[in-house]
C-alpha cells in the first residue's frame, strides 16, 4: 500500500492495486464521526459501441443501458439490496452519468458489513427476462417525469444544439422505445465489459485505520475470482467542431421561459496536456464575470433579464466539452443576444493584478471548503483519477495559473461557430 502525504493539504492518502486490478484508495479522517464509500466502473451512457470481453467484434446496445444497469445491479433474486444497507444504519445510493456509473453509502455504524456490502452487491449481478420486463416499466415512468421538467428538457436541448453525432446528446436514461429493446443479455454483456476490476476503482473515507480497511477489502476481494481482461475496446463517431445547430426552440406548458446559450469546445482544447488549467481558467472566468458578485450577472439583473434561476456550469471530458449560461426570463431572445454580447467581449478581457489575485483566491477558497465534504472530495478523486489526472494536483494548477495565460485563454475561447442557443417556450 503506498501512502502519500498531500502538501499544503495536510491530508494523507493510501493507494494500491490489487491483484484483479482493482484500485482501492482510502483517505483516512479521524475527526470525522461518518464513512462514506463509493465504487465507480469507467462505464456511462455514452458507452454504446464497444467490443465486448471475449468477442472480436463491435456492437451496439440500446441507449440508456447503463442507467439500466444501475437499478438492475440492486436486485437480487431473494431480495433488494438497498434493505441490506438500511438493516445495517447505511443510507446509499447510484448514479449514473455520461461517462460512469457509481454506487455509494455512508454510515456511521457498521462499516465493516456496508463495505462488503457495497462490493458484493456491484460483483453479483443476477438479471431475469422477467425483472427485466417489470424495471422497463419503472424506467419509462422516470424517462416521462424528466421529459416533464422544463429544467431537464433545457439542459438536454442546448447539448443537442451543439452535437450531431457524439452520444453525449443522448438522455442519460435514454427513451421509452430504446430501453424497451433491452434484454437480459445484453444486460450481462454490458456487465462483463465495464464491470471488471481492472475498470473499477474504490474509494473510502472516514475514520478508519487504513491498514485494517485495506485488508477488510483484500480479503473481501481474494474471495472471488477474475479472468485478466484487457482495456475495453470503444468506439465513438466523428463529432465536427462547430456546433451542429444554431438555435433551437422546445414548445411546453410552461409559465416562465427559458433560454440556454452554449460554448461547445473544440477538439483542440481538449487534449490532456491543458486539459486541467483549461478546466480551471473556465471555472474563474465564469464565475468573475456571470457569478452573483460579477458584473455581467448585476448588469442582467438590472435589465430584469433575468432572476435567481440564472446559473452557469462547465462540463469537460477528454472526447467533449461544453460550458452553459442561462435561466427563466420573461425576454428570452433579449437575454441570449445579451450573454453572447457579453461573452464576445471577453475576447478583450483584461484583469488588473488585484483582479486576477481576487479570482484565484476566490477558486482556491470554494475548492478548499468543499473539501469539508466527503462526497466531494471522493467523487472529486474518482472523477479526475479516471480522466487520468490526480485531483490533488488541482490546488497548485490553480496557483500556478498565469494572468497572461488566462487572457490569451480568454483571446481564443469565443467563437461564434462554437455557440447555440436553445429556448423552451410555452406552447400554444
Not at 268 to 282: A, G, I, V
Amino acid at each position: 500500500m503506498e501512502k502519500r502525504n498531500i502538501e499544503g493539504l495536510h491530508e494523507t492518502i493510501y493507494e494500491e492495486i490489487l491483484d484483479n486490478g482493482l484500485k482501492v484508495v482510502l483517505l483516512p479522517k479521524p475527526d470525522m464521526a461518518k464513512t462514506f464509500s463509493i465504487f465507480q466502473t469507467k462505464y456511462g451512457s455514452n458507452d454504446l459501441s464497444f467490443v465486448p470481453i471475449d468477442q472480436n467484434d463491435k456492437v451496439t446496445v440500446p441507449e440508456g443501458i447503463a442507467h439500466f444497469l444501475e437499478h438492475k445491479l440492486f436486485e437480487k433474486e431473494d431480495r433488494d439490496v438497498f434493505q441490506d444497507f438500511t438493516k445495517q444504519g447505511a443510507s446509499a445510493n447510484a448514479f449514473t452519468s455520461f461517462n460512469k456509473t457509481a454506487y455509494l453509502f455512508s454510515a456511521t455504524t457498521n462499516i465493516d458489513e456496508n463495505i462488503n456490502t457495497l462490493l458484493d452487491f456491484v460483483q453479483d449481478p443476477y438479471f431475469s427476462d422477467q425483472s427485466v420486463e417489470k424495471e422497463k416499466g419503472i424506467i419509462g415512468q422516470e424517462i416521462k417525469m424528466y421529459d416533464d421538467q422544463p429544467d431537464w428538457r433545457a439542459f438536454f436541448g442546448i447539448i443537442q444544439t451543439m452535437y450531431k453525432e457524439h452520444p453525449v446528446r443522448i438522455d442519460i436514461a435514454g427513451t421509452v422505445d430504446s430501453i424497451d429493446k433491452i434484454t437480459k443479455e445484453d444486460l450481462y454483456t454490458c456487465y462483463y465489459t465495464f464491470y471488471h476490476p481492472s475498470n473499477m476503482i474504490f474509494f473510502a473515507t472516514g475514520p478508519f485505520d487504513p491498514e485494517k480497511m485495506m485488508k477488510l477489502i483484500k480479503d473481501n476481494q481474494s474471495n472471488k475470482t477474475f479472468e485478466k481482461q484487457e482495456e475495453v475496446q470503444r468506439f465513438l463517431p466523428d463529432e465536427p467542431d462547430p456546433v451542429f445547430k444554431k438555435e433551437n426552440t422546445i414548445q411546453m406548458p410552461v409559465s416562465i421561459e427559458k433560454v440556454m446559450v452554449g460554448i461547445k469546445e473544440k477538439k483542440s482544447r481538449l487534449n490532456k496536456d491543458n486539459w486541467l488549467k483549461n478546466e480551471q481558467m473556465l471555472s474563474m472566468i465564469l464565475d468573475h464575470y456571470f457569478s452573483k458578485s460579477g458584473d455581467y450577472y448585476q448588469k442582467l439583473y438590472d435589465e430584469q433579464l433575468i432572476d435567481g434561476s440564472f446559473h452557469f456550469e462547465t462540463m469537460l471530458d477528454l472526447d467533449y466539452g461544453f460550458s452553459l449560461l442561462g435561466g427563466n426570463s420573461e425576454n428570452p431572445e433579449e437575454l441570449a443576444n445579451r450573454i453572447k454580447e457579453m461573452l464576445f467581449e471577453l475576447k478583450n478581457g483584461k484583469f488588473s493584478d488585484e483582479e486576477f489575485t481576487r479570482m484565484k483566491r476566490k477558486r482556491i477558497g470554494h475548492l478548499l471548503r468543499s473539501m469539508n465534504s466527503l462526497e466531494f472530495i471522493s467523487q472529486q478523486y474518482i472523477q479526475y483519477e479516471q480522466l487520468g489526472f490526480d485531483f490533488f494536483e488541482v490546488l497548485p494548477t490553480i496557483e500556478s495559473l498565469q494572468k497572461q495565460e488566462v487572457e490569451d485563454f480568454l483571446s481564443e475561447w469565443i467563437d461564434e461557430n462554437q455557440m447555440a442557443v436553445s429556448y423552451v417556450k410555452a406552447k400554444g
